[in-house]
């Protein structure tokens, strides 16, 4: 026999839930053994420590304050990915973009120095040239990081990056993970980050600013990787 542990739907006041044990036979089908689980009581979004102190919950406040949503042309992602989730979605055409700026910077010192020589010589030009070439990477980086996380805004074309988080969260629904990953902080500790990164790349031209935290609070309804794991378990049950 198998068990699978799961507890109560995500909410929005991150209140403390029941643990469930759901037995199934190994010779049960998956689907029949998990219905409606977009409605059920189902694993937490992350896995996290839990408040050790009872009396901090009336000094920390709400572990949870909704995200403003956003008109966009777009449908939302995620708004505030992880910093690894970023980098992993970017396009080809990302890196290329980002390289092209990245060139930018030196190739011009070397083009004004060809045109009109500063005439300082190896050892006076080489630090002009390190501090371009650094100011060209940075650039580029902040680019493709930029183009990237728009997209999971909803700002720009996203269709690649629905159909790839659609698959990546259902795998993760089917093998029981957590969607969003492990943290090792507190509820009220992961809002908090979620607070600080949250649409931080808006303003990264100004403040770069990158969220490195395994949270719940993505401004989306979590429900439609439950759903689309039910239909992929209905699908293969009836051989369609």
């Not at 042309?73 to 973009?97: G, K, M």
């Amino acid at each position: 026999m198998t068990e699978i542990a799961a507890s109560g739907a995500h909410s929005q006041s991150y209140a403390p839930t029941t643990l469930s044990i759901l037995v199934v036979h190994q010779n049960e089908p998956l689907a029949h053994a998990l219905p409606n689980m977009a409605t059920q009581e189902r694993p937490p979004e992350v896995h996290h420590v839990r408040e050790s102190y009872p009396e901090l919950a009336a000094t920390t406040g709400r572990p949870y304050v909704p995200a403003r949503a956003l008109n966009t042309d777009y449908p939302l992602i995620d708004s505030d990915p992880h910093f690894r989730r970023v980098l992993a979605y970017a396009r080809p055409s990302d890196y290329t973009a980002s390289a092209l700026l990245a060139s930018f910077p030196p190739l011009a010192m070397l083009l004004m120095e060809r045109v009109s020589p500063s005439e300082v010589g190896r050892g006076g030009f080489a630090p002009i040239m390190r501090l371009s070439s650094s100011i060209g990477v940075v650039s580029g980086f902040l680019l493709l990081y930029s183009r990237s996380q728009n997209r999971f805004y909803g700002f720009s074309e996203n269709r690649r990056e629905i159909d790839r988080d659609m698959a990546e969260m259902t795998a993760r629904v089917r093998k029981g993970e957590p969607l969003y990953g492990v943290s090792g902080l507190t509820e009220y500790m992961q809002g908090v980050a979620s607070r600080q990164s949250r649409y931080s790349g808006v303003f990264l031209h100004v403040m770069p600013w990158f969220n490195f935290v395994n949270h719940g609070q993505h401004g989306v309804d979590t429900a439609k990787y439950y759903r689309n794991a039910e239909r992929e378990l209905e699908a293969e049950r009836t051989g369609a």
